[in-house]
């Protein structure tokens, strides 16, 4: 997606901390999303920040929310092998395109064991 | 926990056909999505519906239209179809117009010969 950007690609050996960064231009969107996708599957929603907050932790995985340099991270701890999928970040359309979700190009994560 | 149900799972058609792709929301969600994802790409958004009626269009073809139904299902109908249509097709779903959190089916794999 043109309005949100993603690195492509990243590798973390089993175990280690994985952060995946995105940044995004609408500065009305509502939320922020973190969406998973192996291989020929669907997007699984992983978790969602609203925009006024600046982090959310769940269980593995913690969102940082820098709205001023518009950044969203996804920090996933001790990964594992079955974490190894397509990581997309999205922002809702907020003022200016409601509900509709803009993605970005979605970050390859591989998992070296 | 029931999820969003798209069928076909896969669809071959050739050039010039058409296809009825078909969504079942998450049961009291009155939202649907319809995305288009193409190879190694972001999924995009297609158009929306809200209680039966158009809430959003985006970047869908003259080609293509969809509906709600009073049941809340979607189908999304494709005419003409050219080869560059060729892509997996999701449809997702809201609690509630407004709440932008959506969950996505498996998708439909349409693949134009």
């Known amino acids: 997606g043109e309005d949100v950007e993603q690195s492509l690609f990243l590798s973390v050996r089993e175990g280690d901390s994985s952060v995946i960064n995105c940044t995004y231009t609408?500065?009305?969107?509502?939320?922020l999303y973190w969406y998973k996708q192996e291989p020929g599957a669907g997007l699984q929603l992983l978790t969602y920040i609203f925009s006024n907050m600046d982090m959310k932790q769940d269980q593995r995985l913690t969102v940082l929310l820098n709205k001023k340099d518009k950044h969203l991270s996804l920090r996933i701890a001790d990964t594992q092998t079955g974490d190894s999928a397509i990581y997309f970040c999205a922002e809702d359309g907020g003022e200016t395109s409601g509900s509709r979700l803009t993605f970005g190009e979605g970050t390859q994560l591989t998992v070296n064991p | 926990a029931a999820g969003v149900i798209q069928s076909p799972r896969h669809l071959i058609k050739e050039k010039r056909e058409t296809a009825t792709l078909k969504c079942y929301p998450i049961?009291?969600?009155?939202?649907v999505y319809w995305y288009q994802q193409g190879p190694g790409q972001d999924p995009q958004f297609l158009i929306s519906?809200?209680?039966?009626?158009?809430?959003d269009k985006g970047s869908i073809p003259d080609r293509f239209s969809a509906q709600q139904f009073s049941d809340y299902h979607s189908e999304l109908n494709m005419s003409s179809l050219e080869l560059g249509d060729s892509a997996l097709y999701f449809c997702?779903?809201?609690?509630?117009?407004?709440?932008?959190?959506?969950?996505f089916g498996q998708g439909t794999r349409l693949t134009v010969v």
């Open positions: 519906f809200y209680e039966k009626m158009q809430s």
């Open positions: 609408d500065s009305s969107s509502t939320y």
């Open positions: 997702a779903s809201s609690p509630r117009q407004g709440r932008t959190e959506a969950f």
């Open positions: 049961p009291r969600h009155d939202t």
